[in-house]
């Protein structure tokens, strides 16, 4: 071989080690994830979604081998943490812990921003509304009770929630889903199921739709009783409660969720890891466990479904804020 040409073999024999090197540090080939995660959660520190939010990433950091941090974008009833996660870089290092709220904003008229401005990665958390009433009410059961609040309308009043609130479309929906207009059954505003309760048991009002855990004081100190759980089976901790469908023949599934997502265009391989190592952690002990201790529903959807049960959540709740004529 002559010297020039033995030159020349060096040289692409050096271009060539280079451009493997190059291609084998590209974040393209790189082994997802290299570097620390955050992972949004949109609202306060301290209550119970900045709780379930923090075990995730805890499992998530476990499963991964990276550091998942979580970080609180609160304001505006969510928009504000909600729009952060759609708004981050597709790459797979900004997740969220998406909940029910965003399936209500286009129709409220509050933010332009959709469950469809993110990838959906597996819905972690579901918590059935329940009716309640009061332990003295005439209603046994849900066929009385919707027949009388059919019957008459504006009667009977429901508290436990803000206006709008995810509890509150729920039962607005299922109201209307057998035939009665939500309106006739006004709202009393309350910040949370505790308020409602006690003035559920002060007579001021006749229903509070509320998680199953939220009423447990009030149903052991005999003040409170629950007519059905809207959920497509009974609770495993409330076994004597049974489903709406149980009691009427009709099913009826509405309450609050909560769910991990991406940014929209993330990429396939990215969103099938986090799938997989989200999967495992809603399945292992420590979440359950927690989630039991808590009072929170654990409810696994994979993407695809969790996608669909979005849409689903969307296309229910546009209809009943316009039947409520809470929208724009």
Known sequence: MTKPVEEMMKKVTTLAILAASVLASSPAFAEYPERPITLIVPWSAGGGTDAVGRTIAEGLQEKLGKPVNVVNRTGAGGVVGHTAMADADAD????????????????MGTSQITYQDLTPIGLVNFDA???????????EDVKSALADIKANPGKYKMSGFPVGAAYHLAFSGFLNDNG????????????????GFQELAAGGVDIVPS????AIPMRQAKRVKTLAVLSDKRLDAFPDVPTVEEAIGKKAVGGTWRGIVTPKGVPDEV?????????TVVESSAYTDFMSKRGFGVKWLPAADFEEFMKNADESNAAVIKKLGLGE
């Open 92 to 107: 797979g290092y900004t997740i969220g812990l998406a909940t029910a709220e965003i399936t209500t904003y286009k129709s």
């Open 180 to 195: 009665i207009d939500p309106k006739s059954v006004p709202v009393v505003p309350s910040q949370g199921a505790a308020p």
């Open 271 to 279: 969103a099938k890891k986090l799938e997989a190592a989200l999967k």
């Open 211 to 214: 998680s199953l855990p939220e």
């Open 129 to 139: 509304s329940a009716f309640n009433v009061a332990a003295d009410s005439d209603w």
